[in-house]
C-alpha cells in the first residue's frame, strides 16, 4: 500500500497492541495528526484506534519495525 503513494506524509502514534508487552508500539500512519480521525491504518496495513498518548508512551512504546521498513524503502531514493 505505502509504495502507491505519491505523497510521503504520515506521523508516528503509540497505539494499543497486543504485539507488546509494554501493551503500546509506535506505529506510522499516512497524512496528518491533527487531520486524523479517532482511528486509522497504520502504514503495515492495521487498523488501530487513535488516542493522545502520554510522554510516557512515547518512551516506552517500541517502534513497530513493518512500520518502520516499509517508510525506509518508500523514502530512499
Not at 509494554?22 to 487531520?35: C, K, N, Q
Request: charged letters at 20%.
Amino acid at each position: 500500500m505505502a509504495n502507491s503513494r505519491t505523497w510521503l506524509r504520515y506521523f508516528w502514534r503509540p497505539v494499543p497492541d497486543e504485539a507488546s508487552s509494554y501493551g503500546l508500539v509506535r506505529h506510522a500512519f499516512f497524512g496528518i495528526a491533527a487531520d486524523s480521525g479517532p482511528s486509522a491504518l497504520s502504514v503495515c496495513e492495521r487498523t488501530f484506534a487513535l488516542a493522545k498518548p502520554s510522554e510516557f508512551d512515547w518512551i516506552h512504546a517500541p517502534t513497530c519495525p513493518e512500520c518502520n521498513e516499509t517508510l525506509k524503502q518508500t523514502t530512499s531514493p
